[in-house]
């Protein structure tokens, strides 16, 4: 069974740390036996949102041999239910080789509890993508202005991309595999959206093209468009559903939105977290009420 929700978006500083830690204290408040792993390996800072500060072991440890199973790498957290893993203090190794990454995917498959929640690194790195790929449910974190919101649809391109390559190398079908070489620059090619791409595989291999559809089908991003100021911005949430389903055929089934809180930044001067620090703040009202969201579609 898998129990991975993964917190990405293509920017930094959009909130993702933010809304992983305090949306695993919400589901741990819900009675969810919750493990937060930190795979922001450039600049990790889960455990200093959570407020933790003992470990024993940690990611690198993991990633160096000396514990043989990612369990051990756990941490108890002062919360009921909610455990940490982080990543380790060596800087200078945020590339992780492949064969460690599967490896570290493999051992998150297994992890035993309700909820594992991974916080990743900004980008669209091959191991942003590939965690974001496992992930039962991809909880995509944007701000509500343009830019944010065009890094949001590229990542989400990337990973259609990717997931389409796998598909087409495991198939080793290689006249597929140059036609998605091909539609990687949408602009300078005569295919402009990803039905575009399918009907033109479609001529070419018509299995194979209908089960990359259903395989990209299962690809369905929820929304989480943070720091909102204004009524408007929560148009940001429809307009972003709106360019994956015309573009990249990308059904986005649920866009939540969380309101800008100073409440945010006077927890973090504080050493804890939001949820905990100003339970009723809009933030961790918004937050619960994302969790129960999540909760709710399984
Ligand atoms: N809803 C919000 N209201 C106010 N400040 C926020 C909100 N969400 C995030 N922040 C602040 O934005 C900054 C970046 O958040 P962080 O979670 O570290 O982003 P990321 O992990 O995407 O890089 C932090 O200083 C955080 O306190
Ligand atoms: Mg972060």
């Known amino acids: 069974m898998n129990n991975i929700i993964a917190v990405a978006g293509p920017k930094g500083g959009v909130g993702k740390s933010t809304i992983c830690a305090n949306l695993a204290i919400a589901f741990a408040e819900l009675g969810k036996k919750v493990i937060a792993v930190d795979l922001d390996f450039g600049a990790s800072n889960l455990h200093a949102i959570l407020g933790v500060a003992e470990f024993t072991y940690n990611l690198t440890d993991f990633f160096q041999n000396r514990i043989t199973k990612l369990t051990h790498a756990t941490s108890d957290t002062n919360i009921k239910n909610l455990k940490i893993i982080r990543w380790g203090d060596i800087p200078g190794i945020a590339n992780i080789m492949y064969q460690k990454k599967v490896k570290l995917i493999r051992h998150l498959l297994a992890l035993d509890s309700d909820i594992i929640i991974l916080d990743l690194a900004p980008g669209v790195s091959y191991n942003v993508l590939d965690f974001s790929l496992i992930a039962k449910s991809l909880l995509l974190v944007t701000t509500p202005e343009l830019p944010s919101l065009m890094n949001t649809y590229s990542f989400i391109k990337a990973a259609v991309f990717r997931k389409l390559l796998f598909f087409f190398k495991r198939s080793k079908s290689f006249e597929l595999l140059e036609l998605l070489e091909k539609t990687k620059n949408f602009e300078k090619y005569p295919l402009k959206t990803m039905e575009d791409f399918f009907s033109e595989a479609q001529k070419l291999n018509p299995a194979l093209s209908d089960s990359a559809r ?68 809009p933030f961790s009202l918004d937050i619960k009420k994302v969790a129960l969201e999540i909760d709710r579609m399984g």
């Open 214 to 281: 259903a395989t990209i089908a299962n690809l369905r991003p929820l929304i989480i468009v943070n720091r909102i100021r204004a009524e408007n911005d929560k148009r940001a949430g429809k307009v972003i559903q709106r360019m994956l389903k015309v573009y990249l055929s990308i059904e986005s089934p649920l866009v939540m939105t969380i309101r800008e809180d100073v409440s945010v930044a006077n927890a973090l001067a504080k050493m804890k977290p939001v949820l905990l620090y100003a339970p009723d703040s």
